[in-house]
């Protein structure tokens, strides 16, 4: 790609491009990316383009990546060639004639210029502007201040032009985006990387063709601002105040936008109600100006670039036209590591904490930004000073935090008086609490006088790195790290006082919000705060501050936590999406296991998956305490090493592996003596740790009931079940599916079921690749002496099985199965033949699902020669999307004619049509027939079919409850059921249609139940 990017096209001749290009039909313009790819079409001197770049891109795009390799001169010479090849005439003499007019205009000039002379007074107000924005930058970036003793890894190099250039010149399909946007945590360097961008543009190093001008739109900077209009907003970095709106608006493919810290803009709520706003000058609230230039509605061929932290991206994919999101991660785990070498100049000591904080999850996420490297370093180092016996097994994030607050403070220099502390600790409490509510992470002069915060604490603040001022906004100040911000707000709640942070309802009131949305939200800062909130309950923390702060913790705090969790008992806890694995961070957080235990008496269900080594570990410590759990369900994907002693090396010791002992403490929860449901699916174990689970499945004290063991892997150790199946009466649910079992573990787990140790009795086998052998071998050992009531065979080939092998040897007793499910099975009509035989056979089998498989006309008469059996005992059978027509249905009337004990019948999805209902109507009208529920979803019915209905409404005394939905039975057909149902004599209880003939009833239907009646409509 040519190294001179962007060229100068003036507006009247990039329109006229532009029009042509869009002029094209799609054919056409396939056609023309085409055409770029012939070196003889290029007339033979310009660079090709990349197809990977062409084929997915729309006109404006290509005229924009046009311009990336060729002068404006270049493109018309192109595009003319390309019209002249494809024999567009007109066009080719509109080209002709407007490359004519250019060149009168502008005179002869040399084909290889990159770019057109521009005029002395814009190449002056291009100079002054410049030359402002990198004052302006630099400014800003000698005012951030750092801590002394802070390592600054990294320097303006060659790899970073390359890497910011890559922002605006992605290697992707298509052009390069006109939006892009940096997301990623607090300080990991948006901010920083925006900047340069600005920067390396006013030195004319990076974008200095592409981009006539870049503004830097800081959003904390403007969010307070009066209204304004786009010029007035822009006219704001001129050196004279008067910015040549008319020639920003005459160019504005040639603007770039810099939008930082997007995360503190308020979304108006009624932004989608308002008229697209397309006017420079029209007096509007900044927040909706710059709402505007996101939606490209305001300058939409600008090019924009937006920094925001990543719990606001959702936000911003609602508003942005095709953006391209780019994560930036901050330190990587290289940086990390040589930070802490350089930071305590030992290697082996920083390896050592640095192995620490690994296994800290969260505090070593936390560690992408520089800041937080500096702090967890800072107190470490200040702590081993303080302390040679420190061990750093005990320190949790809190209490890191806690000592680094702790030791800045112990040393600051504070001109207050010990009265004055405690009020201005809980006004800056009070300050950061509220910041977090409203999202609010920069602090103007009125801000803090509103807090009553004195001028000596902020100085001492900013002093210790704690605050620090914001460098493009005159008396404002931010915390150095977001992290502060949020423990700080954490903090605030477990001091002494019931006034609240956002002056409405009292502390605990708050405080109980606060953990109902941090346990339902996935937001890291919210979560953080949760983190910090129970930490700080650990009592020798709260007793550090005390000494500290000279202001005391509130004693009622953890009571007001019982309390609120005394409410979780009433909430459907999975359903409402609590986040459990976070919850149980927490409580891990504390160390304090009394506390813990109480709080989790009331936790009765939970939901977690166990994939690294911090939900283990936390895991392990809540759901011991978890006594009155009585369902879990488990996803374990963390490696649990296989044997039970590991030897250190240091100290020469054998000695329990600890994760052995956390899934000891893991599975100690299945006998608590509550636990009646666990699901373990999509778990990877392998036989060592499978077998810990058995063996405490078969304890005497388990209570389990039903156990789900879906998606295992590998499937070989669900042979330990059979551990559990012997040595367990009360577990009477079993659900295999999606395992792909194979005849070693079928086999063992099939004969196990025979067995008079084994009580199950609800089996699931869906999805589980069974063979014919398998199949044949496991209605074998049903027939023989099995406790099972109902099987589930779902989604298994049985084409090939004789299912009449159910009947078993006539010298066996009969079958104790009363439910059956074969729905999606590959059975046809000889499957039917072998069904109906083990019908007449088993007298015991009630409810029989064969959804989706292709029985037909043929297979349906099979089954209705039991059917038809006055001693069949079946009462409900599901035969929905099974292939067959009204033919079928003449054959399930004639059997229902004789058979009194059929209850429930779903035939939905199959081509019955008006026919077919006609016939089932004749019998459902029957005094002796007991059918309650009929299904005819999606069965091609008409208008028509209505009245057979409406004479089996008024008549039918056991219709309870019909399903038409998925017909379309218009208007009319909808007001022939209505005239019967709302007759007396109509039983009908339920009736499902579709919405918008509802809504043609829903009136008359709300009399209706007015009046008593129990009919509803879905």
């Known amino acids: 790609m040519s190294s001179s990017a962007n060229i100068y096209v003036d507006n009247g001749s990039y329109n006229k491009l532009l029009s042509y290009l869009m002029g094209l039909d799609q054919p056409q313009l396939e056609e023309f990316k085409i055409c770029l790819q012939s070196s003889q079409l290029l007339l033979g001197n310009f660079q090709q383009i990349p197809w990977a770049n062409l084929k997915a891109i729309d006109p404006t795009n290509l005229l924009c990546l046009l311009s990336e390799y060729f002068s404006e001169r270049q493109i ?179 603007l770039l936008f810099v939008i930082d810290g997007f995360e503190e803009m308020d979304v108006p709520s009624t932004l989608d109600e308002t008229p697209p706003c397309k006017d420079w000058y029209q007096q509007l609230p900044v927040n909706r100006i710059l709402f505007y230039l996101l939606k490209k509605e305001l300058v939409p061929l600008a090019t924009l670039l937006i920094t925001t932290k990543e719990y606001r991206t959702n936000d911003l994919k609602k508003l942005l036209l095709n953006p391209w999101f780019v994560q930036i991660v901050g330190f990587t785990e290289g940086d990390r590591e040589e930070y802490f070498i350089r930071y305590f100049g030992d290697q082996n000591k920083a390896k050592k904490i640095l192995h620490w904080v690994r296994k800290n999850e969260s505090l ?40 680094f607050f702790s030791s800045l403070l112990a040393t600051a220099e504070v001109s207050l008086s010990d009265q004055s502390w405690p009020d201005q600790w809980r006004a800056l409490c009070s300050l950061a609490a509220e910041g977090m509510w409203f999202w609010k992470f920069t602090f103007a002069k009125k801000d803090l006088k509103h807090r009553h915060l004195e001028a000596p604490v902020i100085g001492s603040l900013l002093r210790m790195n704690i605050l620090r001022k914001v460098s493009d906004c005159e008396d404002c100040v931010t915390f150095t790290h977001q992290s502060f911000q949020v423990f700080l707000g954490a903090m605030f709640y477990v001091l002494r006082g019931v006034r609240g942070s956002i002056g409405g309802p009292p502390k605990h009131q708050e405080m109980r919000v606060l953990l109902n949305d941090a346990l339902a939200d996935t937001n890291f800062y919210w979560n953080q705060m949760a983190l910090f909130f129970f930490g700080l309950l650990k009592r020798n923390l709260a007793e550090e501050l005390e000494d500290t702060l000279r202001c005391k913790m509130s004693h009622r705090t953890t009571d007001e936590l019982l309390e609120w969790a005394d409410e979780l008992e009433s909430y459907d806890l ?27 008496s009331h936790l009765l269900e939970a939901d977690l998956d166990i994939f690294g080594s911090l939900q283990l570990q936390v895991s392990s410590f809540c759901l011991k305490h978890c006594q009155r759990l009585s369902k879990l369900r488990l996803s374990v994907s963390s490696a649990i090493p296989q044997t039970e002693l590991t030897f250190n090396l240091e100290t020469l010791e054998t000695r329990p592996h600890y994760k052995i002992r956390q899934w000891q403490d893991v599975c100690s929860v299945f006998s608590n003596g509550n636990l009646t449901e666990l699901d373990f699916s999509n778990s990877k174990l392998n036989a060592f740790s499978m077998k810990k689970l058995c063996y405490e499945l ?107 092998s159910l009947q078993g040897p006539s010298e066996m007793p009969e079958s104790s199965l009363k439910e059956l499910s074969l729905w999606f099975c590959q059975l046809g009509t000889p499957s039917c033949k072998y069904l109906s035989d083990a019908l007449l056979k088993n007298k015991s089998l009630t409810h029989l699902n ?81 059918l309650n529920t009929l299904g005819l979803e999606k069965c091609n019915l008409t208008p028509a079919c209505c009245q057979y209905l409406s004479s089996v409404l008024r008549s039918s005394k056991s219709l309870f409850n019909l399903n038409l939905l998925g017909n379309d039975l218009e208007p009319r057909g909808v007001s022939t059921l209505w005239k019967a149902l709302k007759k007396s004599t109509c039983k009908l209880q339920k009736l499902g249609l579709e919405k918008e003939l509802y809504n043609i009833v829903k009136g008359e239907l709300e009399e209706l139940q007015e009046r008593g009646s129990f009919l509803r409509v879905k």
């Not at 520089?370 to 470490?380: G, K, R």
Request: glycine share 4%; net charge neutral; hydrophobic share 35%.
């Open 698 to 804: 078969r304890n005497p004290r388990c209570k389990l009931q039903k156990l789900t063991c879906k998606s295992i892997t590998p499937v070989r150790i669900l042979k330990e079940l059979v551990l559990v199946l012997y040595g367990n009466h009360r577990l009477t649910h079993l659900n295999l599916s999606s395992n792909n079992l194979g005849i070693p573990v079928s086999t063992m787990i099939f004969k196990t079921l025979r067995h008079s140790a084994c009580n199950i009795q609800y089996l699931w086998l869906e999805s589980c690749g069974l063979t014919p052998l398998a199949c044949r071998h496991l209605f074998l050992e049903l027939s023989k002496n099995s406790s099972v009531r109902f099987l589930s065979l779902g989604d298994n080939d049985l084409s090939g099985v004789e299912v009449k």
């Open 850 to 930: 064969l959804r989706k498989n292709n029985l037909r006309d043929e297979g349906v008469k099979f089954l209705c020669k039991a059917l038809s059996r006055p001693d069949c005992s079946l009462q409900n059978l599901d035969l929905s999307d099974c292939s067959f027509t009204a033919e079928g249905c003449q054959e399930l009337a004639n059997a229902l004619q004789h058979n009194c004990n059929m209850k429930i019948l779903d035939i939905g999805s199959n081509d019955i049509q008006d026919d077919g209902v006609k016939h089932l109507c004749e019998v459902l009208k029957h005094p002796k027939c007991a």
């Open 364 to 403: 070593f996420h936390f560690c992408s930004a520089p800041m937080v490297c500096w702090t967890v370093c800072s107190c470490l180092k200040r702590q081993m000073a303080r302390n040679p016996h420190f061990q750093l097994s005990t320190q949790t994030t809190t209490s890191l935090y806690v000592y």
């Open 76 to 254: 018309w010479e192109v595009t003319l060639s390309i019209f002249d090849n494809m024999n567009l005439t007109s066009q080719c003499t509109e080209v002709r004639a407007m490359m004519n007019e250019i060149a009168q205009t502008q005179g002869s000039q040399d084909p290889s210029q990159e770019e057109p002379e521009v005029p002395e007074e814009e190449k002056d107000h291009r100079r002054r502007y410049r030359e402002r924005m990198k004052a302006k930058i630099l400014t800003m970036w000698d005012n951030i201040p750092w801590p002394e003793d802070h390592i600054y890894l990294r320097n303006v190099t060659e790899k970073e032009h390359e890497g910011l250039k890559s922002l605006l010149y992605p290697n992707r399909t298509g052009a390069q985006p006109q939006t892009i946007v940096l997301e990623g945590l607090a300080g990991v360097g948006k901010t920083t990387l925006a900047m340069k961008v600005v920067l390396h543009w006013a030195e004319g190093f990076l974008f200095h063709q592409r981009f006539s001008y870049v503004f830097f739109i800081s959003c904390h900077k403007v969010r307070d601002m009066k209204d304004t209009t786009l010029a007035g907003l822009l006219s704001w970095d001129w050196p004279d105040s008067q910015a040549p709106i008319e020639a920003l608006m005459s160019r504005p493919e040639s």
């Open 574 to 600: 999975v359903s409402s999406c609590f986040e459990f694995l976070h919850f149980f961070e927490c409580l891990y957080e504390t160390r304090e296991e009394n506390f813990v235990r109480q709080i989790l």
